[in-house]
């Protein structure tokens, strides 16, 4: 579980901190967003339409459908994003401002 050691220990995530988990519906994300909600962050999530039930069981505040918005221009103030679309690459951590996370998220 390569999330948990980011969360907890990197990002060191707690209670009241906002944070962006990319492709909340997925293996890693629906986990992450169960870690995060039991730290007591605010959770925000992408997902398509057809997930955002899923994540809105799991505890997710604002769910955002990435086929049809932007997450950059959503949300502002978040203090983490946890990219989990990472892939062959692992789950990446973000603590940039959204702008440069935009640029970051359209590279992997």
Same mark, same amino acid.
């Given at each position: 579980? /390569? @999330?948990?050691?980011?969360? #907890?220990?990197? /990002?060191?995530?707690?209670?009241?901190?906002?944070? $962006?988990?990319?492709?909340?519906?997925?293996? #890693?994300?629906?986990?992450?967003?169960?870690?995060?909600? @039991? $730290?007591?962050?605010? #959770?925000?999530?992408? %997902?398509?339409?057809?997930?955002?039930?899923?994540?809105? *069981? $799991?505890?997710?505040?604002?769910?955002?459908?990435?086929?049809?918005?932007?997450?950059? %221009?959503?949300?502002?103030?978040?203090? #983490?994003?946890?990219?989990? $679309?990472?892939?062959?690459?692992?789950? %990446?951590?973000?603590? *940039?401002?959204?702008? *440069?996370?935009? *640029?970051?998220?359209?590279?992997?």
């Amino acid at each position: 579980m /390569a @999330h948990c050691p980011v969360l #907890v220990e990197q /990002a060191r995530l707690k209670e009241g901190q906002k944070i $962006l988990i990319r492709g909340g519906s997925g293996g #890693v994300g629906t986990f992450a967003i169960q870690l995060a909600k @039991h $730290l007591g962050a605010e #959770v925000a999530t992408t %997902t398509s339409k057809a997930n955002v039930d899923l994540v809105k *069981r $799991l505890g997710v505040d604002v769910v955002i459908d990435y086929k049809s918005e932007k997450f950059e %221009t959503l949300l502002s103030g978040y203090d #983490v994003a946890l990219n989990s $679309l990472a892939g062959d690459k692992g789950v %990446t951590l973000f603590r *940039r401002t959204m702008s *440069r996370l935009m *640029r970051e998220a359209d590279r992997s």
